[in-house]
């Protein structure tokens, strides 16, 4: 089923090649236990990886079921890796902060098989390698035995028919490893094992042929499969045949339910659509967070070295980002890519249709989950090795920062900037959408976030900036101004700021569109380091645009008087040093165009809690300040919420409703609110933007 002629394999490193197999040649058989014996450096886990379909061989020809796999393309290498092989190291790599049954689960997500099914076919396999009764346990309240029965159940879940072992008593003490061995032995009774390993007794002992490599050639094999001799197949009577499995998986397949577009429209009710809607926009925007870290580490198979070099650098700008509602991305995209892979059981005569949309909106649905920050922020405070580990941890806030510049024409709020709305380009909820997901913007390179918060890693600020005039931010109130390495900033920017008049620019998308003419500014201005250096803002916390009048708190932004004033009364930002990217730094962190210190923030969210109206609020957590009306009741929300019937984490549930009380006065726990809202049931007499408001007071 499995034959290896003549396969070489050189690597390319800088000028020299290393040849790490020189012509191997084995045929396996469907059933058997081999074990594979040479010195380190012989090419063991190569020629491993090559039979796994995790590396290509240089030369020679790999056939499997008699098929060459010369002309396999990456789709067909992915698909043998996904159904054929089964993995297991040394290293049992399994993922440390879920459960067992999650570890295993998960390596069927890229498989196409539903959630319950996968529950059924993991608690299996989990009983197969006698974990039956532990599928609850963290791996780190395993031993190592133990884990390493995991990672088996894990290969083994996906039913491979050949099961790959690296080393995997390496790291076992003898008596665990023998265990681990009579495990695999039981499995070759049906299953291909190839097993690397140092341990010849164990070799001699378990398995039930033992191949020997030295410097990439094969010196021994206790038992070379005969071609030409008709051997009996091993295969235990009751076993289904390969095609019974085949017809079982069809099977499965078809009897999958894929609720189409319109019952999953019509079974969420139109809040909960919304809701999602948001959520998903979030999730998503992480996603894009992790897909750049995924691409990086995608490449760097072959350029590690050079990665290492950028990797701090790197990751400062795409960091590895913790929001509060997530989505599994491996299950998205599978069920993205299932609907190629579905073989098609109808005729080629006409067109059909092909329902993706109701599976990718229930995908999103169950798969959307929640985190709990406020644990979690408790848990990275607590672990002070964290930090060593990190080059920063930074904390987004639901509080807004809101930047005003102040001019004999009025004020005008620089942030969050209102420019591309005043431009006709995005309604308000895109905005908001966008600035929920200020990596998103960060990431493709145009941010719609002008002010953002610097690292607190003055190191990496030093080795990736240049101060090119005053110097770094040392207060609160203080701010940097960063160009590029041309000492450019875009216009957009400037017009964010107000150093270019945003006014011109009114409207100016939906005249385009009208085919009206229309003129953008594209004489280059320049600005000396000191006419820079002396730009000055406001920065006024929220609940100073609120008056009490009549008992209630109303929003008083519409009124250009009491907003002079406020402003006027507001904390003054001067910006005291200008930042260039240095020209060597491959990478650089502060996405804006204006970096402010973390102690802004905090001084901003005292300010907050100080503040009148929040006290007033918390002393009274039934009424709403804003209307002087009661909330609605926790449990008219709790069955909105469960009518969703999606949110699968068990946290879940109190973290919504965490987010709906206001019942804290501790900073610490507003933070990492990136998505702060998006689960938000508003109540009854208030408009959503006063509960906003409202919400990221309290956080
Ligand atoms: P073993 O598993 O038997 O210890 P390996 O298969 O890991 O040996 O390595 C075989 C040879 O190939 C070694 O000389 C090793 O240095 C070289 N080698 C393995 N992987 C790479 C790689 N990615 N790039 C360059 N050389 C490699
Ligand atoms: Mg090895």
Known sequence: MLSLKDIKKDYVVGDSTVSALKGVSIDFRENEFVSI????????????????????????DLNINGKSTKDFKDCDWDS??????????????????????SNVELALTLSGVSKSERRERAVKALEQVG??????????????????????????????????????????????????????????????????????????????????????????????????????????????????????????????TSMNFLTALSLSRNNLMTKKARTLLTSFAGSIGIIGIALILSISNGVQLYIDQVQSDTLSSYPLQITKTTASIGEIMNTMAKNHEDSANHDKDKVYSQNAMGEMINTLMEETKVNNLEKFKKYLDDNSDLKDLTSDVQYTYATTLNVFTESDSGVMQVNPSTL??????????????????????????????????????????????????????????????????????????????????????????????????ISVDSKQHVYTYDELLDLKFKVVP?????????????????????????????????????????????????????????????????????SEIVKEQIANPDIDVFTGLKFKTDESVADTDSSSG??????????????????????????????????????EGMTEEQYKALMEQSG
Not at 41 to 49: E, I, S
Not at 595 to 601: C, K
Not at 659 to 681: F, I, P, R, Y
């Open 37 to 60: 014996l040479g010195p380190s450096g012989c090419g063991k886990t190569t020629l491993l990886n090559i039979i796994g379909g995790l590396d290509r061989y240089t030369s020679g």
């Open 80 to 101: 043998y890796r996904n159904h054929s092989i089964g993995f297991v190291f040394q290293s049992y790599n399994l993922i440390p902060h879920q459960t067992v049954l």
């Open 131 to 256: 974990l039956g009764d532990q599928l609850h346990k963290k791996p780190n309240q395993m031993s190592g035995g133990q884990m390493q029965r995991v990672a088996i159940a894990r290969a083994l879940v996906n039913e491979p028919d050949i099961l790959l072992a690296d080393e995997p008593t390496g790291a076992l003490d003898t008596e665990t490893s023998v265990q681990i061995m009579e495990l695999l032995k039981s499995i070759s009774k049906d299953k291909l094992i190839i097993m690397v390993t140092h341990n010849p007794e164990l070799a001699m002992k378990y398995s039930s042929r033992i191949i020997k490599l030295l410097d990439g050639r094969v010196i021994d094999d206790s038992d070379p499969l005969d071609k030409n001799v008709v051997e009996p197949i091993k295969k235990p009577e009751k076993e289904p045949t390969k095609a019974d499995k085949k017809a079982a998986k069809k099977e499965r397949k078809k009897l999958k």
């Open 420 to 517: 591309l709305e005043d431009m006709g380009y995005m309604s308000s909820t895109q905005m908001e959408a966008m600035s929920m997901s200020g990596s998103m913007g960060g990431m493709m390179g145009m941010g719609t976030d002008v002010w953002s918060e610097m690292i607190d890693n003055e190191k990496l600020i030093d080795k990736q900036y240049d101060v090119i005039a005053g110097r770094l931010p040392e207060k609160y109130n203080e701010v940097v101004l960063v160009v590029d390495k041309n000492n450019e900033i875009n216009d957009y920017v400037l017009y964010s700021l107000g150093l270019l008049d945003p006014s011109s620019l009114n409207g100016i998308v939906r005249r385009a569109m009208a085919g009206e003419d």
């Open 542 to 610: 929220t609940p100073d645009f609120y008056k009490k009048k009549d008992g209630v708190w109303e929003d008083m932004t519409g009124d250009e008087s009491y907003m002079k004033k406020a402003v006027a009364n507001g904390t003054e930002i001067s910006v005291v040093g200008i930042l260039r990217p240095d020209e060597d730094a491959s990478s650089a962190s502060i996405s804006g165009a204006i970096g402010y210190r973390h102690d802004l923030m905090t001084y901003l969210i005292d300010e907050v809690d100080n």
């Open 646 to 683: 999606t949110v699968s984490d068990s946290t879940a549930d109190t973290e919504s409703k965490a987010d709906k009380t206001v019942d804290n006065s501790d900073t610490d726990k507003k933070a990492g609110l990136v998505a702060g809202d998006s689960s938000m049931e508003i109540p």
